[in-house]
C-alpha cells in the first residue's frame, strides 16, 4: 500500500497514544493499588514487533515483561516467577476483541537441598548455590516451565502443550538470575543456552523461546516523573541522566512465532494482516496462609480456586495514567470485549487536562469528547493497523506487512521519527514511547498549534547500543556482584 498513507495513518495513532503515556515513568510498574501486594505477577511491558534480527523478517517476536524493580543484589532468593500463577500472552487475529491463540506459561520450582556436613551434621545451606551456579547440581533451587497454546477462549478452548523442537520435552529450562562473577564465569553464555527452538502445536514452523532475567530497557526517571512530572521538557533528550531504572532487571517470557501462526481474519481494507495482543498473568482464587510452614514444600500458603486475572496490559501506560485510581484494580482484571466500561477515560481524558495545568503556556487541552481518539486508540487506523469491523478495544496492534528496520537504522521517536516500522505499529525495545507521547500531546501533529516544533522530552534516552540485534533482543542481565573473582 502507499507509503504515505501509512505514515499519517499511524501519526493519527501516536496522537490517540498521547493519552496513554505522556507523563508515566514506565508501561505498568505498580500501577494499581493490588498488584504492588503481589509482584511476581506485575506486568511492566509489552512488546510485539517483526523480528529484526538477519535472516528472521517472517517472525514476530513478542516480549512480555513482568516482576518490575529488580535490584540485582537481592539474594539469595533473587527474583523466581511463582509457579502458582499462570503468564499469557494473548493473539486477537479475528478483531472481535477476543483471544483466538493464547500462549500460556507455567512455572514450576525444581529443588535440591543442598547440605554440607557440620560437625558430623548435615546442614542445610542457606544460599541459592554452593559452587558454579551453570552446573544445576550445585543449585538449590531453579524453575523450569511449560508452554500451552489455547486456541479459542483462554479457560474452555482447545490446549496444546508446545515441546522442545531438539528433544521432544514439554518442560523447558529457565536460567537462574545472574547472581555474579564468581557463581557465573560467562553468564552471557549461559543465558544464551537457555534460548531453545520451539514446536507450536498447529504451526508448521518452529519459533524459538526464552524466559529470564534481562536488564530493563525503558528509559525513565520515575521519582521525577511522579513529582507532578518535575523535569525540564524543553531539555536536551538525555539531559536527566540514565534515568531511574538504568540499574534494574526484569523477568522476560519471549517468544518469536513465524508470521503465518498468528495472522487471522483480521486485515485492512488493503488486506494487511493485522496482529492484536496483549499480556495477562492469573492468581488462584484462594489463598490460606499456613501458621506453621514446613520443609520441602510450598510451606506458606496453600492456593486453590480457579484462576482470576490480575494484572493486564497492551499499550504502554494505559492503567498508570489513563484509568482513575479507583478502577484500576478493574481494569487489571478486565478483558478487552468489555473495554466500553471505561470509554469515559479515552472520550473525557483527564490527562491533557493535568498537564494544561503542569505546563501552562505550553500544553493546551484539546476539546472533549474525544471521539478521534476513539478511533485511534481503541480500534487501530484504517489502512495501516485497524482492522475492518474491529470491536473497539484496547491492546497492541501490529501490521506485520510493514516491513522492519534493522537494528543499527532504527529511530526511537518511531513513527514520528520517520520509521514506520516502530511504535505504535506495535512497540519495539527502542521505541522512546514517552517522548513521542509528549510531543504529539503538545501539538506536533497539529498545525496551529503555537509549539508544535517543540523537541519535547523526559530528558531520558536509552542507548541503542545497549539491546540485542536478536533474539531475545533484551540485554543480559545486571549482575549482582560487581566482582569478577
Given at each position: 500500500?502507499?507509503?504515505?498513507?501509512?505514515?499519517?495513518?499511524?501519526?493519527?495513532?501516536?496522537?490517540?497514544?498521547?493519552?496513554?503515556?505522556?507523563?508515566?515513568?514506565?508501561?505498568?510498574?505498580?500501577?494499581?493499588?493490588?498488584?504492588?501486594?503481589?509482584?511476581?505477577?506485575?506486568?511492566?511491558?509489552?512488546?510485539?514487533?517483526?523480528?529484526?534480527?538477519?535472516?528472521?523478517?517472517?517472525?514476530?517476536?513478542?516480549?512480555?515483561?513482568?516482576?518490575?524493580?529488580?535490584?540485582?543484589?537481592?539474594?539469595?532468593?533473587?527474583?523466581?516467577?511463582?509457579?502458582?500463577?499462570?503468564?499469557?500472552?494473548?493473539?486477537?487475529?479475528?478483531?472481535?476483541?477476543?483471544?483466538?491463540?493464547?500462549?500460556?506459561?507455567?512455572?514450576?520450582?525444581?529443588?535440591?537441598?543442598?547440605?554440607?556436613?557440620?560437625?558430623?551434621?548435615?546442614?542445610?545451606?542457606?544460599?541459592?548455590?554452593?559452587?558454579?551456579?551453570?552446573?544445576?547440581?550445585?543449585v538449590?533451587?531453579?524453575?523450569?516451565?511449560?508452554?500451552?497454546?489455547?486456541?479459542?477462549?483462554?479457560?474452555?478452548?482447545?490446549?496444546?502443550?508446545?515441546?522442545?523442537?531438539?528433544?521432544?520435552?514439554?518442560?523447558?529450562?529457565?536460567?537462574?538470575?545472574?547472581?555474579?562473577?564468581?557463581?557465573?564465569a560467562?553468564?552471557?553464555?549461559?543465558?544464551?543456552?537457555?534460548?531453545?527452538?520451539?514446536?507450536?502445536?498447529?504451526?508448521?514452523?518452529?519459533?524459538?523461546?526464552?524466559?529470564g532475567?534481562?536488564?530493563?530497557?525503558?528509559?525513565?526517571?520515575?521519582?521525577?516523573?511522579?513529582?507532578?512530572?518535575?523535569t525540564?521538557?524543553?531539555?536536551?533528550?538525555?539531559?536527566?541522566?540514565?534515568?531511574?531504572?538504568a540499574?534494574?532487571?526484569?523477568?522476560?517470557?519471549?517468544?518469536?512465532?513465524?508470521?503465518?501462526?498468528?495472522?487471522?481474519?483480521?486485515?485492512?481494507?488493503?488486506?494487511?494482516?493485522?496482529?492484536?495482543?496483549?499480556?495477562?498473568?492469573?492468581?488462584?482464587?484462594?489463598?490460606?496462609?499456613?501458621?506453621?510452614?514446613?520443609?520441602?514444600?510450598?510451606?506458606?500458603?496453600?492456593?486453590g480456586?480457579?484462576?482470576?486475572?490480575?494484572?493486564?496490559?497492551?499499550?504502554?501506560?494505559?492503567?498508570?495514567?489513563?484509568?482513575?485510581?479507583?478502577?484500576?484494580?478493574?481494569?487489571?482484571?478486565?478483558?478487552?470485549?468489555?473495554?466500553?466500561?471505561?470509554?469515559?477515560?479515552?472520550?473525557?481524558p483527564?490527562?491533557?487536562?493535568?498537564?494544561?495545568?503542569?505546563?501552562?503556556?505550553t500544553?493546551?487541552?484539546?476539546?472533549?469528547?474525544?471521539?478521534?481518539?476513539?478511533?485511534?486508540?481503541?480500534?487501530?487506523?484504517?489502512?495501516?493497523?485497524?482492522?475492518?469491523?474491529?470491536t473497539?478495544?484496547?491492546?497492541l496492534?501490529?501490521?506485520?506487512?510493514?516491513?522492519?528496520?534493522?537494528a543499527?537504522?532504527?529511530?526511537?521517536?518511531?513513527?514520528?521519527g520517520?520509521?514506520?516500522?516502530?511504535?505504535?505499529?506495535?512497540?519495539?525495545?527502542?521505541?522512546?514511547?514517552?517522548?513521542?507521547?509528549?510531543?504529539?500531546?503538545?501539538?506536533?501533529?497539529?498545525?496551529?498549534?503555537?509549539?508544535?516544533?517543540?523537541?519535547?522530552?523526559?530528558?531520558?534516552?536509552?542507548?541503542?547500543?545497549?539491546?540485542?540485534?536478536?533474539?531475545?533482543?533484551?540485554?543480559?542481565?545486571?549482575?549482582?556482584?560487581?566482582?569478577?573473582?
Amino acid at each position: 500500500m502507499n507509503t504515505a498513507m501509512k505514515r499519517s495513518g499511524l501519526a493519527l495513532a501516536v496522537a490517540g497514544l498521547c493519552l496513554t503515556a505522556a507523563t508515566a515513568s514506565a508501561s505498568s510498574h505498580r500501577e494499581a493499588p493490588f498488584i504492588t501486594e503481589v509482584p511476581k505477577v506485575d506486568g511492566t511491558d509489552f512488546y510485539m514487533f517483526r523480528s529484526y534480527e538477519s535472516g528472521r523478517g517472517n517472525f514476530v517476536t513478542l516480549i512480555a515483561n513482568y516482576l518490575p524493580l529488580q535490584d540485582a543484589y537481592g539474594g539469595p532468593n533473587y527474583f523466581d516467577l511463582d509457579e502458582d500463577a499462570i503468564y499469557e500472552i494473548h493473539i486477537d487475529n479475528s478483531g472481535n476483541a477476543r483471544e483466538d491463540i493464547t500462549f500460556q506459561f507455567a512455572l514450576q520450582d525444581v529443588l535440591n537441598d543442598l547440605q554440607l556436613d557440620i560437625g558430623g551434621e548435615m546442614v542445610s545451606v542457606p544460599l541459592t548455590n554452593i559452587g558454579d551456579a551453570s552446573d544445576n547440581a550445585n543449585v538449590q533451587m531453579r524453575q523450569e516451565y511449560t508452554v500451552t497454546v489455547i486456541r479459542g477462549d483462554r479457560r474452555t478452548g482447545t490446549r496444546q502443550t508446545a515441546t522442545n523442537a531438539s528433544t521432544g520435552t514439554e518442560s523447558f529450562a529457565k536460567p537462574l538470575d545472574n547472581i555474579g562473577g564468581k557463581s557465573f564465569a560467562d553468564y552471557e553464555s549461559y543465558a544464551n543456552q537457555h534460548i531453545f527452538d520451539i514446536a507450536i502445536p498447529g504451526c508448521g514452523t518452529e519459533g524459538r523461546v526464552f524466559v529470564g532475567q534481562r536488564k530493563e530497557a525503558f528509559a525513565v526517571n520515575l521519582g521525577e516523573i511522579f513529582d507532578l512530572v518535575n523535569t525540564n521538557p524543553l531539555g536536551a533528550r538525555d539531559g536527566e541522566g540514565a534515568g531511574d531504572l538504568a540499574d534494574k532487571n526484569v523477568t522476560s517470557f519471549a517468544l518469536e512465532v513465524p508470521t503465518s501462526c498468528l495472522t487471522g481474519s483480521a486485515q485492512t481494507a488493503s488486506g494487511d494482516p493485522v496482529i492484536g495482543a496483549w499480556t495477562t498473568a492469573s492468581l488462584r482464587q484462594a489463598r490460606v496462609l499456613n501458621p506453621m510452614p514446613t520443609a520441602n514444600d510450598k510451606g506458606a500458603t496453600v492456593e486453590g480456586g480457579a484462576y482470576t486475572q490480575v494484572s493486564r496490559l497492551g499499550m504502554p501506560l494505559v492503567n498508570e495514567v489513563v484509568i482513575g485510581l479507583k478502577d484500576k484494580d478493574r481494569f487489571n482484571a478486565s478483558e478487552p470485549k468489555d473495554d466500553g466500561q471505561f470509554a469515559t477515560y479515552v472520550t473525557n481524558p483527564t490527562l491533557p487536562a493535568l498537564l494544561e495545568i503542569l505546563f501552562a503556556g505550553t500544553a493546551v487541552a484539546p476539546a472533549t469528547p474525544r471521539n478521534d481518539l476513539v478511533t485511534a486508540f481503541l480500534t487501530g487506523v484504517p489502512d495501516v493497523n485497524g482492522p475492518e469491523g474491529v470491536t473497539a478495544s484496547e491492546m497492541l496492534r501490529l501490521n506485520p506487512n510493514i516491513p522492519a528496520t534493522m537494528a543499527g537504522a532504527q529511530n526511537d521517536l518511531g513513527v514520528l521519527g520517520g520509521d514506520n516500522a516502530g511504535f505504535p505499529n506495535g512497540r519495539r525495545p527502542v521505541d522512546d514511547t514517552v517522548d513521542i507521547a509528549l510531543r504529539v500531546v503538545m501539538g506536533a501533529l497539529t498545525a496551529d498549534a503555537p509549539n508544535k516544533d517543540a523537541p519535547l522530552t523526559d530528558g531520558v534516552q536509552l542507548d541503542p547500543a545497549e539491546l540485542r540485534e536478536a533474539f531475545p533482543y533484551l540485554a543480559t542481565p545486571i549482575a549482582g556482584s560487581p566482582n569478577s573473582i
